[in-house]
């Protein structure tokens, strides 16, 4: 038997001020047959394993269960499930291998995409057996590259209906909270968020949505329910399935160690409070316990300098323990250096939190530059392709620089923006005071704020405003694409993603966040962890961002990364099941 009681060097110190007010289970020696590392998307595999009547037990290393999951917009892709069946949409099992095949290319194994869509039907149908969770297919959320063969412009991914979280109990304060959502009590789905976007164009449709949502959010609350939508929603359903499922959480138990015996991993040396404890496991450890996402050190090997983590919306407790871990017993790893990345508006101030932002960047009226004052990319991209094309810029040594969104006033009438300043608002006042927002009623006053060559952003405008005016951006193809089109604005013809900009500007500072790293250990197509020889590390399973992305270093379509989470802790149970 090997395993040290050594404590990683990356652990973090929970604070006690932040804990719910909830006793938290002790930890203790004990046996079980699957035992989970993480309690994100990771939460599935104990639903799998009760359903196939084997014992399981999660530990979490944060007070908190739920994840990245729970902080996520809650959407995952998964061709061919029931869901999408039962609402009529694109359910062809060959198209979507065509268009994985297209799309991943050699950047993945191929038989562990193709497992992903054999046993992704299964996985959703196991949620809706396990968990009290209702699904809707997003319709019209395109696959994130729309273009290539086999695609499904009209969406492979599903999402929660708002869910009543308050039927979890006094345990609904054990799940994690989103800084997501809305400033009033309303379920916003991700469904609801494109038309509520819209709400000062599309009226009809965006108003009617609002008012719909912020009634069964208050009217909700009156009568003692608490509805929540997007990660919240499927943080709580998935843990309220775990707790009817009698699958114990261990919270505030890290992982120290794996116990390794006659080369087989057959369990691991947690902590608690200072006290170590021993737990074995009959038929395999999975570690989900997310990638390494505020691990600076990891980041700056891996990825450059210039991105440390600081800008991440992944679980602060995300730090890699489980990778290094891994590799301490002879794990391999593969895509290190891909991210889940997620262009973001700047923090107020060095520390602080970026602000999400993902419709703004195809709403027409605006475009993006940088320290040169010029576009660099089609601003309506997938955000993964977006900050893969900024850290490739950073690496060949012809970085970007400091990026603005640029809009004018009628963009600042039409649209929300940040999910703070509502249509015809002001931005807020605190943006323009930290230095990250500004305004003018010149280009070259702008330019002059934000310290870019006037000459260029003003040129960068009339080109921009001629391409708008055609109705094609011969620069970038901007709107050309189905997923471009769905966060556009329906109103604006002949391109939905482009018009020409006019009065007031305003520029507002953007970072390259991201929502989380997604290189990890090397796994097969049944999750197994794989050795630096390429051989299985029996017992030993890794899924979600603790594993290297299934796609390679691509994102298929909304949701990719929490529906690989899912679906491979059920493949992860279904393979240990049958272990000796």
Known sequence: MTHSTQRPRQSKVIPMANKPNLPVTPARDTEVDILIVGSGSGMTAALSAKEAGLTALI???????????????????????????????????????????????????????????????????????????????CKDYSDYHSELPGAAPSSRSIESKPFNASILGSERSRVIASS?????????????????????????????????????????????????????????GLYAGVLKAGVPVWTETELIDLIEEDGKVVGVIAEQHGKQVTIRARKGVILSAGGFDHNKAMRQKYEDDFFTGEWSFGN????????????????????????????????????????????????PGSFIVGGDGK???????????????????EKSGDPIGDTWIIFDQEYRNSYIFGAVAFPRAPLPQAWYDAGIAFKAESAAELAQQIGVPGDALTAQIDRFNGFARAGRDDDFNRGAAAYDRYYGDPTITPNPNLRALKGT?????????????????????????????????????????????????????AGATIGQGMVFSHIAVQHAKNRG
């Open 316 to 363: 602060e407790h995300n730090t890699g323990d489980a990778i290094t871990i891994a590799q301490k017993h002879g794990a391999d790893t593969d895509l290190m250096d891909q991210v889940w990345w997620f262009p973001a508006i700047s923090p107020l101030k060095e520390g602080g939190a970026p602000i999400v932002m993902l419709a703004e960047r195809s709403l």
């Open 375 to 393: 576009r660099f990319i089609n601003e309506s991209v997938d955000y993964m392709s977006y900050g893969q094309y900024v850290l490739e810029r």
């Open 180 to 236: 997501l959502g809305s400033p009033i009590p309303m379920p916003v789905t991700g469904v609801d968020y494109k038309w509520m976007n819209l709400m000062a164009k599309v009226p009809q449709r965006g108003l009617t949505k609002s008012a719909m949502r912020a009634f069964q959010g208050i009217g909700g609350l009156a009568i003692k329910k608490e509805f929540t939508a997007g990660g919240q929603a499927l943080g709580t």
């Open 505 to 557: 500007l305003y520029a507002v500072k953007m970072v390259t966040g991201d929502l989380g790293t997604c290189g990890g250990l090397k796994a097969d197509e049944n999750a197994r962890v794989l050795s630096t020889s390429g051989a299985p590390i029996e017992g030993l399973y890794a899924t979600g961002n603790t594993a290297a992305n299934v796609f390679g270093n691509r994102y298929p379509g």
């Open 59 to 137: 530990i979490e290393k944060s007070t908190y269960v739920g994840g990245s999951t729970a902080l996520s917009g809650g959407a995952f892709w998964v061709p061919g499930n029931s869901v999408l069946r039962e609402a009529g949409a694109d359910v062809d099992q060959d198209r979507a291998h065509l268009y994985l095949k297209t799309l991943v290319g050699d950047s993945a194994p191929q038989e562990r995409w193709e497992a992903y869509l054999e046993h992704g039907p299964a996985t959703v149908d196991l949620l809706k057996r396990m968990t009290p969770l209702e699904f809707m297919w």
